[in-house]
């Protein structure tokens, strides 16, 4: 019987292949001086601390500051699986890993929760990430969906361990829609809504997914089916843009993180958005032209 004739591979897939074994083939080498560089840090540190003692308490007051959890749940909608490359898949899952590092940074920590995990993710995160996912603490990894974990998150988020008001949570203005229940939002650029403010014990839906926005529209349809109110960013109202902006997924939850900070979401923008997107804080006479116009600027995740 014949062998199976295997696809020749062009000439770009031929480079592609032997960067990866060259990738692979160096990894041991790359564990061994990326210790080398921790050990020499440390050292360093040492050194500094021995020439001034000071240092020492002023480290160890930097390291005591833990921030306050907050009755505010974040779910990353996981179940765009099959309409990603594996190397947007990868991108998706190193954002979601950044996503935990700057929550746990944040001097008001929000509860986070990945929607319908399975599959590539989670064999990455399995295999490669060898599962330090587990050790993550507020930070839960679920198969279910995200219209029932957004459920599930009105439990976690009552109690001593739901978190306290702060930040701008605990200064923002009641109104009359306000019943303390929270609600349930899915962040999309084509709702009609703008995302004025974060209401406590509410849980925000991010989209996770990584596509150069060849699946427009896709949350939003999706969050629609399932009878799940939308809302956008208001980039419009405080930024000028060069032109359409992405946010990828750790750049919108950052922007939620720093308007719990400071309650101003121009600068939560200004200090989350890269240089080489061209944002401009509007002057209030903007601001005004563009609330009236309505938010044409893209959030896709």
């Excluded at 939850?253 to 989350?272: H, N, P, S």
């Amino acid at each position: 019987e014949e062998e199976p004739i295997q696809p020749k591979l062009s000439k770009n897939q031929l480079k592609k292949q032997r960067r990866l074994e060259a990738w692979e083939v160096g990894r041991d080498d790359r564990k061994a001086k990326r210790k080398e560089k921790i050990q020499a840090k440390k050292e360093r540190k040492r050194e500094a601390i021995r020439a001034d003692p000071s240092l020492k308490l002023e480290h160890q007051s930097r390291r005591d500051v833990k921030g306050s959890k907050i009755p505010i749940t974040v779910i990353f909608d996981c179940d765009f699986e099959d309409l990603m490359f594996d190397n947007e898949l990868k991108s998706l899952g190193l954002q979601i890993t950044r996503c935990y590092s700057d929550n746990k940074k944040a001097p008001f920590q929000m509860h986070l929760a990945v929607s319908s995990f399975g599959g590539k993710m989670k064999e990455r995160f399995d295999g490669i990430l060898a599962k330090q996912y587990l050790g993550w603490k507020g930070f839960q990894f679920l198969s279910e969906d995200f219209v029932q974990v957004a459920e599930m998150s009105k439990e976690w988020m009552k109690g001593d361990k739901g978190g306290t008001l702060g930040g701008a949570l605990s200064t923002t203005t009641q109104t009359d829609d306000d019943d303390g229940e929270g609600e349930i939002v899915y962040l999309s650029s084509e709702s009609d809504t703008i995302l004025e403010r974060l209401k406590p014990n509410s849980t925000y839906i991010i989209g996770g997914l990584v596509d150069k926005n060849r699946h427009k529209g896709i949350c939003h349809r999706r969050a629609n089916s399932r009878n799940i109110k939308t809302a956008k960013l208001p980039i419009g109202e405080f930024l000028q843009m060069k032109s359409r902006q992405v946010l990828v997924t750790n750049h919108v939850l950052d922007i939620m993180l720093k308007w719990v900070e400071y309650g101003d979401w121009g600068r939560a923008f200004m200090e989350v958005l890269p240089e080489r997107k061209g944002a401009v804080l509007r002057s209030k006479s903007e601001e005004a032209d563009a609330a009236e116009e309505g938010d044409r600027s893209v959030l896709e995740t």
